[in-house]
């Protein structure tokens, strides 16, 4: 049964909720916007004030009654208050006992949220699966998602630019809230649906509603979805924009779109973000900090130097097919709630339901996304570094070293997988672990930028962070009894160098083994004393072969991809490759070539992963996130994007 609260009466509950120890949160008016803001009153709320939108347009006007939320949605998202757009995530500090990590806490009182709309908290539903719903999570959201108190209002006017009732996202709130108002006629109806909200409600004077009052929110709620001013099928879209990657209103929207990110930035569930660190002046404190990113940045999707998505068109396909579609691949939902404020904030007012509309109505054939995926509930959120030591650097080539560090106790990992090596002040990096023993791990660097530069030129006995595994592993189990061919490219070879040692070790288990290994020149050569004693072994028919060769090179010059044309390649092998993308995307057109099966080829992926553990979107890959997903993945998995531009 809900009970009735007078307009008039907003201060006692404003005043009850600061009283029990929260940061209340909620609508206020600033420079011509209402946004989200700490109350201290209820004159702060937005009391006889509407907004009206458009595409590319935002205004407020006086309403003719007194309303405290008879608005839509402003600028702002709770996401600021749950996920801030810049925060510490780890910190390190120096002492007697050496350099020592710490994983940074979610700070302050509980926090509050007063007027909190049905989509916004289909939102923050969206933003827990992304960000506390897999292995990892991010423990200062959740902090602060567990304290948080929500009281909801349902809208009962729609704006020009909702479409919640098409995603199933409003207006009638349906999601986790411990209090439920609906604003009618200068009172407010509450609905306590949680132990916190009850004891609250029950503080404030209210009267008893009865069923008439329930009829009317229940009518005001139909009214209220049948005027919206966008709709969206939402039905089968994700399938049909996965379909049409390839429709040419991609490039058309592209010369309208500035790659500005308004949409990103106002969006409540987009959560990609960058990670820098920061140092001192001293050099005695360091950390690493989160900052809100937009895949619509050059510096976004930059891989190695090289920019994937290089213009605007990429940049463009990549945010609305993954919002509103392969979103629904990785966490069971769309990433949209049908607010419309990336409309409203678009500065040349494009339209999302109208786009997505347009290229779900193209003629591309219709594909299937992967199943969501069932992952485990996790419980740290793996940031935090382990300081371990260098014992040993080798050098490989001039601008490579394999360097043997210390094995952190209890550590584990798979052939494949992949730490992040860190610096601090300097930055983490995502290296394969290249080899390993009881005591050790290897991994093999190129120095090609600041983190890179700097790891390379370490001395043993210096300290560094380490966290992981990260990743997915080499399918070596799923090989025994048939044979296995490694083609690998340049430092590619390194991922693979474990899961090499382990076929040799166990070569009885296995069909017959080959490697065809590709390098710039002789001097580009990784490992070469390894690879000469393969050679010399017999137990795996090797080959090496270069782009140039030099005047004492006696060996093979050409591709790597020239050796599977000279070469017998079974059509039953498993076929393990790794390398530039380039190099694997012309050794794939060779094995399609023989009629190779997709489903018995593997390819390990390398993207601009910065936090490993997807919860920063970096290395999104369409249904896929390199860091959990990947970076081995089976060709087939993949096919249908693998080359593609902006992928």
């Avoid at 704006?159 to 999601?175: I, K, Q, Y």
């Avoid at 394999?402 to 290296?431: C, E, K, W």
Wanted: with cysteine; charged share 25%; aromatic share 6%.
């Amino acid at each position: 049964m809900r009970e009735v609260l007078a307009t008039a009466d907003l201060e006692q509950l404003i005043a009850l909720v600061r009283a029990d120890g929260y940061r209340l949160i909620g609508p206020t008016v600033q420079d011509g916007a209402i946004v989200y803001d700490e109350l201290t009153a209820a004159r702060d709320l937005p009391i006889g004030w509407t907004d009206e939108q458009a595409p590319g347009r935002y205004r407020l006007r006086r309403r003719d009654d007194q309303a405290a939320f008879g608005y839509n949605v402003g600028p702002h998202s709770w996401k600021r208050h749950l996920y801030p757009p810049r925060e510490t995530l780890v910190q390190l500090r120096r002492g007697g006992a050496g350099p020592r990590w710490e994983g940074a806490r979610a700070e302050g009182p509980p926090l509050a949220f007063l007027g909190v709309r049905a989509c916004e908290l289909a939102a923050i539903a969206v933003q827990d699966k992304a960000l506390i719903g897999g292995p990892f999570v991010d423990v200062r959201y959740q902090a602060r998602r567990e304290r948080c108190l929500i009281i909801a209002v349902q809208c009962t006017e729609a704006g020009a630019l909702c479409f919640c009732d098409s995603m199933s996202a409003g207006p009638r709130v349906s999601g986790d809230a411990d209090i439920v108002a609906t604003e009618l006629d200068g009172a407010l109806a509450l609905e306590a649906r949680s132990e916190r909200g009850a004891a609250i409600v029950e503080r404030l004077p209210t009267r008893r509603g009865d069923a008439e009052l329930d009829a009317a929110i229940d009518g005001a709620l139909e009214r209220c979805a049948r005027s919206m001013g966008r709709t969206l099928a939402a039905a089968d879209l994700p399938a049909r924009l996965w379909s049409n990657l390839d429709h040419p209103r991609l490039a058309e929207v592209a010369e309208r779109c500035l790659a500005c990110g308004n949409c990103t930035l106002v969006c409540p569930t987009c959560f990609c973000a960058d990670i820098k660190d920061t140092s001192d002046l001293t050099g005695d404190a360091a950390g690493r900090e989160r900052v809100w990113d937009s895949c619509f940045t050059a510096g976004h999707s930059k891989i190695h130097g090289a920019d994937i998505r290089p213009d605007t068109r990429g940049r463009y396909q990549q945010w609305i097919s993954h919002k509103l579609s392969t979103w629904v691949a990785q966490f069971g939902s769309s990433g949209c709630v049908g607010c419309g404020r990336c409309i409203a904030w678009c500065p040349v007012g494009i339209d999302l339901t109208e786009e997505a509309t347009i290229l779900a109505a193209g003629d591309g054939e219709l594909r299937a996304l992967p199943a969501p995926r069932e992952r485990p509930r996790g419980e740290g959120d793996g940031q935090v570094p382990t300081p371990v030591t260098v014992l040993e650097v080798t050098r490989e080539t001039h601008d490579v070293v394999t360097l043997t560090l210390a094995r952190p106790p209890g550590y584990t990992h798979g052939h494949g997988q992949f730490n992040m090596l860190s610096l601090p002040g300097v930055g983490d990096v995502p290296i394969s672990i290249s080899g390993s023993d009881a005591q050790t791990l290897e991994h093999t660097v190129r120095a090609v930028g600041a983190a890179t530069t700097a790891i390379t030129a370490l001395a043993p006995g210096a300290q560094l962070g380490l966290r992981g595994p990260y990743g997915s592993s080499w399918p070596l189990d799923a090989a025994i009894g048939r044979p296995v061919v490694v083609i690998v490219g340049g430092l590619g070879l390194a991922p693979l160098r474990s899961a090499l040692r382990e076929l040799l070790a166990r070569a009885d288990e296995f069909g017959p083994l080959r490697l065809l290994y590709g390098a710039r020149s002789p001097d580009d050569i990784v490992f070469d004393r390894e690879l000469l004693g393969w050679i010399q072994s017999g137990r795996m028919r090797t080959h090496v072969t270069v782009d140039h060769g030099s005047r004492t090179w006696t060996g093979n010059i050409g591709v790597v991809t020239k050796l599977i044309r000279r070469k017998s390649m079974p059509r039953d092998a498993v076929y393990l490759l790794c390398g530039p993308e380039v190099m694997m995307r012309f050794a794939l057109a060779q094995l399609e070539h023989l009629e190779v099966p997709a489903a018995q080829v593997y390819l390990s992926m390398e993207r601009n992963m910065k936090c490993a553990v997807g919860l920063c979107g970096r290395c999104q890959y369409g249904p896929h996130f390199v860091c959990k997903d990947g970076p081995v993945f089976r060709y087939d998995q993949i096919a249908d994007i693998f080359g593609r531009p902006g992928f």
